[in-house]
């Protein structure tokens, strides 16, 4: 450990070692007080095997508490128990050598427990840490959960006049010494305290305090909603709802950033309105991506059979026994062919042929054939629309929006390649593939893996690892019905090309 003087709440006054470049520190900052620490707090830093939250594992812990009591430092080694890649050998100098002995994080996880309790984190891209700590202890069976500040925004709001705010560009601009290795847990815990000492000495407390403050966004839920959501609610894309009494949902919507939009409901402007008043209980599913947010968007409606005024309009995602399609019939004689309705309980849609539009019940499909009838002047009675006698004309033809093929007038060939023309944007896709696909989606930050296993259009299931996809292929595909709302988000993604795609081989029966 390096020799610093650190406060201990007995005088002692504690300096920032920084010689800003820009803007003088025109204040030094005071003894350890509740201006420094407005209330307790734990700069934190992690070193791990790699970015992705699920397969990769904490491999060093360095924090300083800080508090009334003064400053205090903790760093140990942990065994990630896999080997380390030369990649992150070559960026921490951790090898595996280092690692042979260290204690796992099952092993520290109580001691850190204690540490972390009741203080507000602050870490640089707190999202990250964050993120790797509440994975860590969710292997542990430990719902973690505590207030984050990062001060990658904290800088960008107390100094916007300013573009870059990763650590080596505030060293830099602050003046800061780097006492250690950049890349270990301790030395850059500390780089975090000296920044935020540095700060304190060119700003006014309240102009940092208030800036805390709208980071945070800590705003007053209703008395009925547990206040420990606030620390939950994750920056990442997802879906939401708000559930009132009985568990009526109120209101369904995905976010690309799940934390500002759930709490944006919450302003103070906002809390004497209905909405506000009524809600019970929040859920909510995280993603990688917008395709993530979507499909966890159907999967919040498929349990959630009642849908209040608030509701968008957002399909449920479960197939009904009524879910229909027209497919068109083969033709009993030369060129003629006729739309018959089929239902998704006698056939698989994803895999028959000439298929055209979804439709939830037999209602809607023949409005919407009537209505395609019109627009492009074919029979009703060719359409099955009209059960008139043989050779009389059809209701259409007398109101002059059938070319006649019902009393001979129009070649049948003639009114079925019109037919063909109006239903082709509607043609349902067969599904292309032998097997299933495993669709990759990377969050921003390269910190989330979601592969989303896809099977005749079908949702199999979302996992974030090879081992858990190979795993979850080993128990076969999926008895899930047909859900139109899915079929037309997955198609749009693949025929976007915008996500990685893995063609696997099909299920073993």
């Not at 009591?69 to 050598?97: C, H, K, M, N, Y």
């Not at 068109?328 to 539009?357: E, K, M, N, Y």
């Amino acid at each position: 450990m390096r020799s610093r003087r650190l406060a201990t709440g007995r005088g002692e006054c504690l300096r920032a070692r920084c010689r800003p470049v820009d803007v003088p520190c025109g204040r030094l900052p005071p003894p350890m007080n509740a201006l420094l620490a407005p209330e307790a707090l734990v700069f934190i830093d992690l070193e791990t095997s790699g970015a992705n939250f699920a397969n990769d594992r904490i491999i060093e812990i360095g924090l300083l508490e800080v508090d009334d009591q003064g400053v205090r430092e903790w760093s140990v080694l942990v065994d990630p128990e896999t080997p380390l890649s030369p990649f992150i050998t070559g960026l921490t100098g951790i090898d595996d050598a280092m690692l042979d002995g260290a204690p796992t994080f099952r092993q520290l996880a109580p001691s850190l427990l204690e540490k972390l309790r009741g203080r507000l984190l602050v870490a640089h891209n707190a999202r990250f840490d964050y993120g790797f700590l509440k994975c860590e202890f969710k292997r542990l069976g430990v719902d973690f959960r505590t207030p984050t500040l990062c001060t990658v925004k904290l800088s960008r709001k107390l100094f916007p006049q300013h573009h870059r705010h990763n650590l080596d560009a505030l060293v830099t601009r602050h003046g800061l010494s780097v006492n250690g290795s950049r890349h270990r847990a301790l030395a850059d815990a500390r780089l975090l305290w000296d920044l935020w000492q540095c700060w304190y000495g060119q700003l006014a407390p309240e102009t940092i305090h208030s800036a805390i403050a709208t980071i945070l966004g800590r705003p007053e839920l209703p008395p009925q909603i547990d206040p420990a959501i606030i620390d939950d609610l994750p920056e990442a894309a997802g879906a939401y709802a708000f559930y009132g009494e009985g568990g009526r949902l109120l209101l369904l919507r995905r976010a690309s950033n799940l934390r500002q939009q759930v709490l944006a409901h919450f302003a103070a402007n906002k809390r004497a309105t209905p909405l506000m008043l009524a809600i019970r209980r929040i859920e909510w599913r995280d993603a990688a991506g917008e395709l993530g947010a979507r499909l966890r968007e159907i999967e919040l409606a498929r349990w959630s059979p009642d849908v209040g005024a608030q509701q968008p309009a957002v399909p449920h995602g479960n197939t009904t026994t009524e879910l229909c399609t027209w497919q068109l019939s083969l033709p009993a004689a030369a060129g003629d062919c006729r739309p018959q309705l089929v239902f998704a309980d006698d056939i698989d849609f994803a895999t028959a042929d000439d298929l055209f539009g979804l439709y939830p019940n037999r209602r809607e499909a023949l409005r919407s054939l009537r209505k395609l009838a019109d627009a492009h002047r074919l029979c009703y009675k060719q359409l099955g629309l009209d059960d008139s006698v043989r050779g009389v004309a059809c209701a259409a033809y007398k109101q002059k929006s059938c070319r006649g093929v019902c009393i001979g007038k129009e070649a049948l060939a003639l009114h079925s390649a019109r037919l063909l023309t109006a239903l082709a944007r509607f043609k349902l896709k067969v599904w292309p593939y032998r097997g299933p696909l495993a669709l990759v989606e990377r969050d921003d930050f390269g910190m989330r893996e979601d592969i989303h296993l896809i099977d005749r259009w079908r949702l199999v299931d979302t996992v974030h690892s090879d081992e858990a996809l190979h795993a979850r292929l080993a128990d076969g595909p999926s008895d899930r019905p047909f859900d139109p709302e899915t079929y037309r988000i997955v198609s749009r993604f693949l025929q976007a090309g915008k996500i990685g795609i893995r063609v696997l081989p099909a299920f073993s029966l």
